[in-house]
C-alpha cells in the first residue's frame, strides 16, 4: 500500500508504476464506487499486487499479507501513522514501512490547516509536531510510538528500525538534560517546548519578558547551541521518561519523579543527534518565500 496525501497524487504514483510494468491501482474518495469497489477487490485478491490510496483506504479492509506500507507524503498525525503502517505483517510475518520526508511537506499541511477554526488549527499543529520530532528523532522508533501511546519499550535496541541499525552519533547529554529539567522546574512546569527553549538560549521575547523569565538562573544556560539541538533534548528527555506531557494542558512538559531524582543526583545520559532533513529545496523555498 502507497499512501499520498491527495487524490492527484494518487493517481500519478499509481500511473507511474503502471507504466513502469507493475501492476497498481488507485484507490480514492473521488472515484466512482463501482471503480472503487473493483480496486479493493482487485487488491484483495492479487489481480493488482500495489494499491496507491488516500487514507480513504484500509479502514475494515484486512489483509493479513501486506508486506509494504510506503508514506509518499508525511501523514498528518501519528496517530494515523500508526494505524496506516499497522496494515502491513498482520499475519505475523514481516512487514516494512517507508516513510518519505522532508521539512516541504510539513509546510504544505501547515498551509492546509490555516482555514480552520483557531482551536482546531492550533491541534493539528501540535499533532503535525509529533510527527516532525518522531521523523528527525535519533530514538528507536519502536521506543518512540510506544511512548506516544503511553506505553514503554525496555529493549535498547528493537533491531528493525532505521535509528537501531544506522545509529546516529552518540555524545554525553547529561549536563544538557540537566539544564532541559531545570528550565522546566524554573518556569514552574506551566510551559511548552518553544518558551523552554528561549529560556534555555537566553532569547528575550515578549513571552519572556511578560514572565520575568530573564532573571531565572537557567535563563541563557544554553546559548552555545542552537534551538533544533535543545528541541532534541528536550524531546529525548521526554521520550526517556525525565519528562512528561501535562494531559490536562496541551503542550505543557512537567518533571516526572525519575527526572527529579536527576536533578538531585545527575548519573551519566547518552543522548544522539538527531537526523537533518533539510534539503536544498526546502533551503530554496525559505529564501524565496523571505524575498
Known sequence: ?????????????????NVNGFRAA????GLDPDVRIKNQDD??????????????FGMGIDKPDVRFVVHYDVPKSLEGYYQETGRSGRDGLEGHCLMFYSHNDLNKLEKFNKDKPVQERENAR????????YAESP????????????EEYKENNCGMCDNCTHPRERFDGTEFVKIALEAVQQT?????????VHVIRGIEDEYVKSYGHFDLKVFGKGDTEDTDFWKSVIRQALVYQYLEKDIENIGVLRVTEKGKKFIKKPHPVELARDHDFTTAVDEEEESSERQ
Request: hydrophobic fraction near 45%; aromatic fraction near 10%.
Open 1 to 17: 500500500i502507497i499512501y499520498c496525501l491527495s487524490r492527484k497524487k494518487v493517481e500519478e504514483i499509481a500511473q507511474l508504476l
Open 26 to 29: 488507485p484507490y480514492h474518495a
Open 43 to 56: 487488491f484483495l485478491n492479487e489481480e493488482v499486487d500495489i494499491i496507491v490510496a488516500t487514507i480513504a
Open 126 to 133: 501540535i499533532l503535525l509536531q509529533e510527527m516532525e520530532f
Open 139 to 150: 530514538v528507536c522508533r519502536r521506543r518512540q510510538l510506544l511512548h506516544y501511546f503511553g
Open 188 to 196: 514552574n512546569e506551566r510551559f511548552g517546548l518553544g518558551h523552554l
